[in-house]
């Protein structure tokens, strides 16, 4: 069963676009031996390799799982249409990139999932795999199929089509299921599939789709969400790793030959964000904060580096300038690979956050580009109503001060269709715009000052304040932002100097389905599968239509359709779908944020004021973690 | 300035890397073996590397060729020991001299390829051989970039023979190997330019895509067929100088400044 697929690949590959994709042999991946393992994992990022590849999430497990002894993981990823043309005509199944052994032959199959969007991605692979879509047609002959990622809090969309999912950090998760997986298969695997996914669902921490019944009322809402054997419980938490330090991984990061979308040494500074963004699903669902210590995050780098031969060490996190010693941390390593040439990126940088030491040391040893910021709405309310708070002045403050310091362009993010939105408030979009560029010519004295508006449509999420809003049609979302297109376009002072990107409404409708969708939208998912949707995420793949016409066949049988899961504002009595899920937020601190936006009303960050009872932290038994430690990097010793 | 000429191997999974992704690896196992590159002048400088004549995607390889040009001097050997381990199996770099002559890539005159073709009987494909040979002139269609081309892949032929596979094939299945001596010209003709020919004067249409090597590149001996091995010179080189006075008179070589690919010489 576990045997190489490679001489039946190797065949097609000179068939395929970019067959480096498909043949593995990274610098640090691991290939074990079959049968020293006794739980074996396949891990899926559902989408291409360049894409799946650079995945932090999926790196850090397949290192956490292969340093276990009997216990291996290989990756798998989305494969292009034209192999699965091939695969499918000559009988070769889904196979990982490591040993190129068949999806199917494994224990767990881990998938993670960032986006909705990778949905369709994951039944090509279980078809391609030989595996029933449903969980319900499975035997023991089939690897578990298991749901991770930012997705997964809310997977009832996909719940028919998984056998569990876990919420949350998966460090320490992949391990304990590990356990109870090597005990149950030790001892004979007891009460087959069933009895192990019951002794997963007991932890409390692994939720299990089947052993819950949805309930609905007449007019298509939950009534409720209940357990339907004894001993499962009622509600899922979410895990939480507490102290990254601990943690250090990726330590040895993965090298493709292949081009993927980051080539860079990325390194977690931080997890969590309380800086309490009201649309930001990733900042609710992480708290609290925990800092990587100034020297475990020097350590990470240099290993890295020596490891991996990368040009560029990414500091990530939801809001790198956030971190308690940013500062020290960037000059010590700016000093430290001087010579090597390696530069630095921080890719998400707060207008309030950031200083010009900061962005100095950053470019010290490579390019001086451009600086990013997303104030992410246009006019002063409506950013009181998202609960970010960056003032304009901030932002004129700062920019002002890069143009002084020789930067030429500075590119602005936004979101069109937040809550309460009107015209005006996305039209003021252009004004802000027109305001950077004019103090950037009056600052450097020079006209090829550059200004960039990339506007994204808002999709509501769940486990978040905004979980309960209506979201703006693809129509009116269209229509706002074709008047602020004629604005930019019409301003004969300094439109020229303005790019102007943005994104149709239609894919966000689609993404807001699946967000906020329950287990009825697996039945579109299905259709859309069957009628060749792939690739959800890439603009040349994805079919607005079909979506619809999946929608317009599956949907009316529950006597709903795609705007009551969208456009609809929700009432704070309704039973939300991933209600059964704890990710530590109190569902009552949520709603009263969602009336505060209405209000206009901002919250502070619980990092320097009091706790503001979010309820994550007695919940999940959690505390924030951070700096500063005091502490600073030393420069290494170069051994010549 | 020293200069350091390298053959390295594209083997078994890794022949699917194309040339991008092996300059990308290739300056990456650099860092990693910390190799004390010289850089490019300019904004974004880059290591000193010039790449030779690359085989194309798909294509295995023992004999591709590359130099590159060091800040501080390194023995070839131990460079050679270093940069082989920081890169995959399959990215073997097996030679290693320092350069003590200009013009690599004008010795770079023909390569040696290796087919085999599953499921194509040594007679069918000799028979092919032959028809192919006796041609004065094979038109073969490749597409590129700017759309279908079609060109003479006849004449950049300087040698083409079949032969079995060596050992007996368990399964008893057919198997042949041509051994094929390519001349580079403008337009390329490659290894399935050939096929493609072989196609069209003699129907010779292998069931399985044919598995594809280089085995050698150099000098044209235009008589034999031979091609001889494109560093001898530099070994000769430096059996008869010593290294540094050798390695100083490299660096006055002009045109150092600009590693564009196919550029073998400095």
Redesign the interface.
């Known amino acids: 069963m576990s045997e190489s697929v490679f001489p039946q690949l190797e065949a097609l590959l000179p068939h395929v676009q970019k067959p480096i994709q498909y043949v593995g042999g990274e610098l640090n991946s691991t290939v074990k031996p079959w049968e020293s393992c006794d739980v074996r994992w396949a891990l899926m990022y559902p989408d291409a390799y360049e894409v799946g590849l650079p995945n932090q999430g999926v790196m850090i497990l397949y290192e956490v799982l292969n340093e276990q002894e009997g216990v291996l993981a290989e990756r798998t990823y989305s494969v292009w249409p034209d192999l699965e043309a091939l695969m499918r005509e000559h009988e070769v199944p889904q196979f990982t990139v490591d040993a190129h052994r068949p999806v199917g032959a494994f224990d767990v199959l881990g998938v993670s999932f960032s986006t909705e969007l990778g949905y369709t991605n994951l039944l090509t692979a279980l078809d391609l795999a030989g595996i029933p879509f449903e969980s319900k047609d499975r035997t023991d002959e089939h690897p578990l199929i298991l749901a991770g990622g930012h997705a997964a809090f809310n997977p009832e969309p996909i719940a028919d089509f998984l056998d569990c999912a876990v919420v949350g950090d998966g460090e320490q998760a992949v391990l304990e299921i590990t356990e109870i997986i090597r005990a149950w298969k030790n001892e004979g695997r007891p009460g087959g599939r069933d009895e192990l996914l019951f002794r997963l669902a007991k932890t409390g921490s692994v939720y299990v789709p089947k052993f819950y019944d949805v309930e609905y009322l007449a007019d298509g809402r939950i009534s409720r969400v209940v357990p339907n054997r004894s001993g499962v419980p009622w509600r899922v938490s979410k895990h939480t790793v507490m102290d990254l330090d601990e943690w250090p991984y990726p330590k040895q990061p993965l090298v493709p030959l292949a081009e993927t979308v980051h080539e860079r040494m990325s390194v977690e500074i931080f997890r969590g964000c309380t800086r309490g963004c009201r649309f930001c699903q990733a900042g609710m669902i992480t708290r609290p904060v925990r800092e990587r210590s100034i020297t475990g995050i020097g350590e990470m780098v240099d290993k890295g580096l020596k490891a991996t031969g990368f040009e560029e060490v990414g500091l990530l996190s939801l809001s790198s300038a956030d971190h308690t010693e940013i500062g020290d941390i960037a000059k010590g390593l700016a000093d430290r690979y001087e010579e090597d040439k390696i530069g630095l990126s921080l890719p998400s940088t707060r207008v309030d956050a950031f200083n010009i030491d900061l962005a100095n040391e950053l470019t010290r040893n490579g390019r001086r580009s451009g600086l990013t910021f997303a104030p992410e709405g246009g006019s002063e309310r409506i950013r009181k109503v998202i609960n970010k708070m960056v003032s304009e002045e901030d932002l004129i403050r700062t920019v002002s001060t890069a143009y002084g310091n020789g930067w030429r362009q500075v590119k602005l993010y936004f979101m069109c269709g937040l809550p309460t939105e009107t015209d005006e408030d996305v039209l003021q979009i252009g004004d802000m715009a027109v305001k950077v560029i004019a103090e950037g010519r009056k600052v450097s004295g020079q006209n090829d000052i550059r200004c960039t508006v990339s506007i994204g449509g808002f999709v509501p999420k769940p486990h978040t304040p905004f979980q309960w809003a209506p979201q703006l049609s693809a129509e009116e979302t269209d229509a706002r932002l074709e008047k602020l297109r004629d604005k930019i376009r019409g301003d004969k002072k300094y439109g020229r100097s303005i790019g102007f990107r943005y994104h149709d409404g239609k894919p966000g409708i689609v993404e807001g389905l699946l967000s906020r969708g329950d287990r009825r939208v697996g039945a579109v998912i299905r259709a859309v599968y069957e009628d060749g949707g792939r690739f959800d995420g890439w603009r040349e793949h994805f079919s607005y239509d079909r979506w619809m016409r999946a929608a317009e066949k599956t949907l009316p049988e529950f006597g709903v359709d795609v705007a009551w899961y969208t456009t609809r504002e929700r009432e704070y009595e309704e039973v939300l779908p991933w209600d059964h899920l704890d990710s530590g937020l109190d569902k009552d601190w949520l709603w009263e944020d969602w009336q505060d936006a209405l209000d206009e009303t901002e919250v502070e960050d619980c990092r320097w004021t009091p706790c503001f009872d979010c309820g994550v932290c007695p919940q999940m038994d959690t505390q924030i973690q951070i700096g500063p430690t005091g502490k600073k990097l030393l420069p290494l010793t170069v051994v010549k | 300035m020293q200069r350091i000429r390298l053959r390295y191997t594209k083997r078994g999974?890794?022949r699917?890397?194309?040339h991008?992704?092996?300059q990308?690896?290739f300056?990456?196992?650099?860092?990693?073996a910390e190799v004390p590159m010289a850089?490019s002048a300019g904004?974004?400088?880059h290591p000193k590397v010039s790449y030779a004549n690359a085989a194309p995607?798909?294509t295995g390889s023992e004999a591709e060729y590359l130099e590159i040009q060091l800040a501080e001097r390194r023995d070839p050997d131990k460079l050679r020991e270093l940069l082989d381990e920081?890169l995959?199996?399959?990215l073997d770099v097996i030679e290693s001299v320092e350069a003590r002559t200009s013009g690599l890539a004008d010795r770079l005159q023909a390569s040696v390829w290796q087919l085999r073709l599953d499921g194509v009987t040594p007679e069918a494909a000799a028979h092919a051989v032959e028809a192919f040979l006796a041609a004065e002139e094979v038109l073969v269609e490749r597409r590129t970039k700017n759309g279908m081309r079609t060109f003479d892949a006849r004449a950049a032929v300087a040698h083409l023979e079949a032969a079995g596979c060596q050992g007996d094939r368990p399964d008893g299945a057919a198997c042949a190997i041509l051994r094929l001596v390519v001349r580079h010209v403008t337009p390329a003709v490659r290894p399935d330019d050939v096929l493609s020919g072989l196609r069209a004067t003699a129907d010779l249409a292998p069931p399985?895509?044919a598995a594809v090597t280089r085995l050698a590149q150099g000098l044209l001996d235009e008589e034999t067929g031979a091609v001889t091995d494109p560093l001898a010179p530099d070994r000769d080189a430096a059996t008869a100088a010593p290294p540094t006075a050798a390695g100083q008179s490299a660096a006055k070589a002009p045109g150092g400044a600009s590693p564009a690919a196919g550029d073998g010489t400095a």
């Open positions: 999974r890794l699917f890397t194309s991008r992704d092996f990308r690896a300056e990456r196992a650099l860092r990693r850089y904004f974004t400088p995607t798909g920081s995959p199996a399959g399985v895509p």
